[in-house]
DNA sequence: AGTACGATAGAACACCGTTCGATGCTGTGC
DNA sequence: GCACAGCATCGAACGGTGTTCTATCGTACT
């Protein structure tokens, strides 16, 4: 009795037959391979060898998907920092927390966009929220303090992984021009400025050039980190 | 000669003569009204009273659109943050500007998502840009400890901007919800956790309830300028 | 007057999310 | 063994989007 379906592939070949997860786990393909725009309805059924509207039956609609794809990729990333070792310092683990999900909008720039837009429902999202204010609780806070703790940690990540997550504009994804030589060529507009006007963009336009995101972000998460260790006074 | 174009909406009716001033006007008028999805070149034509594709005579596609719209905006933030008194402290000032920023956005939801976008051109964005880091000028940082302070300090802002220039779901829209009533909900599913799974989030869910999004800012403002402060050593 | 050109516009194209109605497949009660 | 119910699938169509093509108008200059 049903022998077919574990080998859908076989002779059938006429229908597909799916299943959330494997929906979800193309979308998500698709997403990592070229962006938020190639997550198109029509090119998710032909990679599941199905019918557009197929996918409506596992989702409302679009907005759905993006969330149920971004919760997905969340829970992966839930599975790391639960892997993290954990210290004495309830600050530094903050950092490995928020590194590590830093890291993961590195490997998946799309991600930037959708990370955090639903904090309602019972999604890996809120497992992660309380991942990071666990680790306040061991502080000496107030409630609210310990709330906006987070809140800002998850702030300069977000606001770092924006600035990331734009598109490169064309010439890159192109390959006719490199990450570097683009900086590099913006740099050197900075530079033929008037230094009398922009004083301190030239002060920096050699920082700026070839910078690295990743130190970036950590320069700003842990100014908000020294702040909040001011806080708990220790 | 020429006494057409200054009155246009005369007796001409036939063709309409636009300018770009006009096109950006109509086009931040229609963000401001409904939000981004409402920007869309049929409307816009229809409320310049011509034809969709002469648009693309002033701009060359949508991108280019709500960069310049998002530049004109800008604009008048620069003045706001230039009519800013300016004081003793640098932090204090930087705080300030932070907080013109983001008041900015909150009167325009729709630009989080746009707001930095470029700082390649020419435009107001590297003005404000230059604008927050003079006041790193005065504190005693390195270049690049000035370059990541301001990086951070438009993380935050963006961060923040994020978070609130997100659509509400759909029924707060409808009017059918107001938003703390949303919020509240969004509370009482929090409250129904197991509090020996969630405990932070059982500890700080009174916080979140009815929380207002400006305090949640200026603490995560705080937290940085704290730690620039530190930084600095002052 | 004729002409070059800045500026406008309508129609069409390709693509998108979404819906509708029909159709195949599968397990269940007779 | 077979009809039936419902789960799952799909093709085709609809309205809307950004964008392009081509034709045209109006004005200023020679």
Chains 1, 2 share one sequence.
């Not at 990729?73 to 530094?92: Q, T």
């Amino acid at each position: 009795m049903a022998a077919r379906q574990q080998n859908r592939s076989s002779q059938g070949r006429r229908r597909a037959s799916h299943s959330m997860e494997s929906v979800l786990t193309e979308a998500v393909a698709l997403l990592d391979e070229a962006g938020a725009p190639a997550l198109t309805f029509r090119a998710l059924a032909q990679r599941l060898g199905g019918g557009v509207a197929s996918i409506y039956w596992y989702v409302a609609n679009k907005d759905e998907l993006l969330d149920l794809a971004t919760d997905h990729v969340i829970g992966s990333i839930l599975s790391d920092v639960e892997a993290l070792p954990g210290g004495d310092d309830p600050v530094d683990d903050l950092r490995a927390i928020a590194v590590t999900l830093f890291d993961a909008i590195v490997a998946r720039p799309w991600l930037g966009a959708y990370f955090m837009r639903n904090t309602n429902a019972q999604s890996n999202s809120l497992r992660l929220y309380e991942h990071l204010g666990a680790q306040t609780l061991r502080l000496d806070l107030t409630a609210r303090q310990r709330f906006h703790a987070v809140s800002a940690i998850i702030g300069v990540v977000v606001g770092s992984a924006v600035d990331l997550g734009q598109e490169p504009p064309q010439e890159v994804l192109d390959g006719h021009l490199g990450r570097d030589e683009f900086l590099g060529r913006a740099a050197q507009a900075w530079r033929e400025l008037d230094p009398a006007d922009f004083p301190f963009v030239h002060g920096i336009v050699d920082e700026f050039d070839g910078h690295d995101d990743a130190d970036q972000f950590r320069s700003a998460l842990d100014l908000t980190l020294a702040g909040l260790r001011l806080q708990a006074g220790t």
